[in-house]
């Protein structure tokens, strides 16, 4: 059974056109993560919710925006894609942010801009 | 400074052939983790490790803590083993994960 959930899993926006990408969750994780998989490089953290606390990375573009209406859902907003932001965004939970737990990971929404 | 290097970047393997992948970290870390990566899809965790050694079918994968050091092994590879192996760890000064540039394996017929 499907317990960290993306959608869509393939998206094509327009440059400049807002874009939402979806993350739910079945594990009743406190923690959930965006990260962003370019092109053979490996992901790189975009920012984190511990329950209701944003945590924004020091080099997330301002471009990227963050929402997490409750437990299950966290939402990628992208408020005008450019070229450079098509990639694998990838969404991961864990239950605690110590690090004796693991991280499980979602399968990945490939976005397209053109 | 956190690093985290792995090797080697590409691999490619007949089956039947023993694989190790390596992964090696500049301090000390909290945990440890091997991360599967098919192309075009998303990131399966293969394991987590604080010390010692785990074993899943023909998966096995150790961590030398004083070395500062893990390996991925798999035994008696199949051309469904190709996909890229990404090391990722947690270091102690922190809570992020940092993650290697990964190895791509591809296993010939």
């Known amino acids: 059974d499907a317990m960290v959930i993306q959608n869509p899993r393939y998206q094509v926006t327009q440059f400049g056109k807002p874009v939402t990408l979806s993350c739910s969750q079945t594990?009743?994780?406190?923690?959930m993560y965006w990260y962003q998989q370019k092109s053979s490089q490996a992901p790189k953290l975009l920012f984190h919710?511990?329950?209701?606390?944003?945590?924004n990375e020091a080099d997330t573009p301002d471009n990227f925006q963050s929402r997490r209406p409750n437990t299950s859902f966290c939402f990628l907003d992208i408020r005008s894609p450019g070229l450079g932001d098509a990639a694998m965004y990838l969404c991961?939970?864990?239950?605690?942010?110590?690090?004796?737990?693991?991280?499980?990971f979602g399968p990945g929404t490939r976005l397209t801009v053109t | 400074k956190n690093e985290v290097e792995q090797s080697p970047q590409n691999l490619t393997a007949q089956e039947g052939e023993f694989i190790t992948i390596n992964c090696s970290y500049s301090?000390?870390?909290?945990?440890l983790h091997w991360l599967q990566q098919h192309p075009g899809g998303g990131i399966v965790s293969l394991f987590m490790l604080s010390s010692g050694k785990k074993k899943h079918g023909r998966l096995i994968a150790t961590i030398n803590i004083q070395e500062k050091h893990s390996s991925l092994h798999i035994t008696a590879s199949h051309p469904r083993d190709s996909a890229v192996y990404i090391c990722a760890v947690r270091f102690l000064n922190g809570n992020q994960f940092y993650f290697g540039t990964g190895t791509s394996l591809t296993v010939i017929p």
């Open positions: 991961a939970t864990r239950p605690e942010p110590l690090s004796s737990y693991e991280q499980y």
């Open positions: 919710y511990y329950d209701k606390d944003f945590n």
């Open positions: 594990l009743n994780h406190n923690v």
């Open positions: 301090v000390g870390i909290s945990a």
